[in-house]
């Protein structure tokens, strides 16, 4: 299903190979002692308050993109949203991780 997505992201025109080049986009921009992390997030109730949270924002940014992807992969809803379930259940069977990405740098004087 990612790479489904992530085809279907690119195909209507978002990069996103964003988070790869992050550090380097800042750079450009004009900040120094520029610094990027990966940070590992568990997914689901197996991982806490925090975990709950963090698979609560995850599905919902599917069911934000549902209405054109579905469209753009040529799937029905109906099976969009089945896949939806099973990536939700398994999250949980498999206590899942998600990758955040965050890069940080001083404004250069």
Known sequence: ?????AKG??????????TERLQELIKTAGFVEVN????????GAWGGRHGLLHKEDFCLSFDSLKGWL?????????KWDAD??????????YKTYGHLIAAYGKKAT
Do not use: F
């Open 70 to 78: 579905v469209q753009d992969l040529g799937i029905s809803g109906e």
């Open 84 to 93: 939806i379930k099973t990536i939700q259940d398994e999250i949980e069977e």
């Open 1 to 5: 299903m990612s790479t489904a997505v």
């Open 36 to 43: 990027q992390t990966q940070i590992e997030s568990p997914l």
């Open 9 to 18: 992201l690119s195909q209507s025109g978002y990069d996103v190979s964003l």
